[in-house]
């Protein structure tokens, strides 16, 4: 089965930068879309970022602009780079691969940011 590791979360002052990572393994097949979530206490898992194999990616408005999506294919590794990190940007951040069709997450990774 497919594993993914998060790494990179913590605490940020409003304005800095986090750069987020997410390393998928345990699989034969090739992993084609790789994504980044967010989700806070009481509310649903929102998309942060998407992006395909061939490097397409997309952004809720929310995050264009700030959050740069990006992967190295051969290490099946996607990151996210975040930058004027705002408060409400504060939640756990959750990787998700697509292999096979059929979907993978993390566990995730606490971002905090403070004022």
């Known amino acids: 089965q497919v594993q993914l590791v998060e790494s990179g979360g913590g605490l940020v002052q409003a304005g800095g930068s986090l750069r987020l990572s997410c390393a998928a393994s345990g699989s034969g097949r090739r992993v084609s879309t790789m994504s980044w979530y967010r989700e806070a206490p009481g509310k649903q898992r929102d998309l942060v970022a998407r992006i395909s194999r061939d490097g397409t990616t997309d952004y809720p408005d929310s995050v264009k602009g700030r959050f740069t999506i990006s992967r190295d294919v051969a290490k099946n590794t996607v990151y996210l780079q975040m930058n004027s990190l705002n408060p409400e940007d504060t939640d756990v951040y959750y990787c998700?691969?697509?292999?096979?069709?059929?979907?993978?997450w993390g566990q995730g990774t606490q971002v905090t940011v403070s004022s």
């Open positions: 998700k691969a697509l292999v096979s069709g059929a979907g993978y």
